[in-house]
């Protein structure tokens, strides 16, 4: 591996994490309090390019590499999960799956007005029963001359209600193996039948919008097929690859946001006639923080290196998203205890960090699913 970061990468980094400082680090806890999307802030993350990170210019978008990626969604995250999740899900999942396999008069259709934010893209794939079993899926689609009739309910699907279009995967063949049987279409917000059933609550996130789908004889041009029918769900695995990188540097994000939180705190609080960043059980803490951060970013950009070299990734992304994930649960974890007692109120922004960073172990496939993912790539050799 002969990576490193170049002038234009830091750049980027310097430039997303100011924005992040300024302009979503002060607004990020009254969003989180209120459980609400900020569409305010769409059109300055378009602005930024932030919208189209890995959409050719040719429609619109920055046209950047995986690596650029990475850095944007964990300059995000340093400031707010909510809001990196956001960016991570509508570049690598709803307008990945369209530039990765969409048709070109797809790709002239959505990318431009994803990458201008004038629509958001979902990607529906987890259902109430099937998570980590995904190609459980019992959604159909079921095919009328040039039409195709969708029915079924998609369950914690990120823009689910603020998106212009979602990315809906459906079982086109039942006869066929579950894994083998299922297409994608697009599926545009105000088409008839597609409706919101329910916003979740959650744990961390909270501003993130997350929900329900259900679909009633969603009624779809066959040009809204996106990929080879009966191809969805290997074409999926594909687009997963990609997302575990961005989940990977969501979870790098928040980690290191935690740490600039302790570390300040530390540096600020007295006890004892003294700052608590010079007790040794407080340094432990910090210095183990760090290095598990840096071991995980390397992971990460590791992942997104390869992707930009045409190479395969799919273990290494799993690596990231499983070690940078249960990383940054413990980093936050120990930034909290750091700030003690003022830790555990809202008063500090290292509590929501806590609770965002949960989420990096389950979404894009669960911590065990990560390792059974690597345990197969292991033994295939």
Known sequence: MNFSLS??????????????????????????????????????????GLLGIRIPEEYGGSGMDMVSYAICVEEIARADGSLALTVASHNGLGTGHVLSF????????????????????????????????????????????DD???????MFITQGSVGGFCVVLARTNSDAPKQKGITAFIVEHKTKGFSTSKHLEKLGCRSSDTVELTFE???????????????????????LDR???????????????????AVTYAKDRKQFGKPIADFQAIQWMLADSRVELD?????????????DQGRPFTKEASMAKLYASEVAT???????????????????AVERHLRDAKLCEIGEGTSEVQRIVIAKQILAG
């Not at 195709?148 to 998609?154: S, Y």
């Open 295 to 307: 071991a995980a970013q390397l992971l990460t950009y590791r992942a997104a290196w390869l992707c």
């Open 330 to 348: 413990r980093v936050c974890n120990r930034a909290l205890q750091v700030h003690g007692g003022y830790g555990f109120t809202r008063e500090f």
């Open 217 to 239: 004889d969603v009624r779809v041009n066959d040009a809204q097929r996106l990929g080879e029918v009966d191809h969805g769900f290997t074409d999926t695995m594909k687009i």
């Open 102 to 145: 969409g048709s070109e008069a797809q790709k002239k259709k959505y990318l431009p007005k994803a990458a201008k934010g004038e629509w958001l893209a979902a990607w529906a794939l987890t259902e109430p029963g099937s998570g980590s079993d995904s190609a459980g899926l019992r959604t159909t689609a079921r095919r009328e001359g």
């Open 243 to 261: 997302g575990r990188v961005s989940i990977a540097a969501m979870a790098l994000g928040l980690g290191f946001g935690a740490l600039e939180m």
């Open 7 to 48: 002038e234009d990468h830091e750049l980027l980094r310097k430039t997303v994490r100011d924005f992040a400082r300024t302009e979503i680090f002060p607004r990020a806890k009254a969003w989180d309090e209120e459980e609400r999307f900020p569409q305010e802030i769409v059109p300055r993350l378009a602005e930024l």
């Open 148 to 154: 195709w009739v969708i029915n079924g309910t998609k």
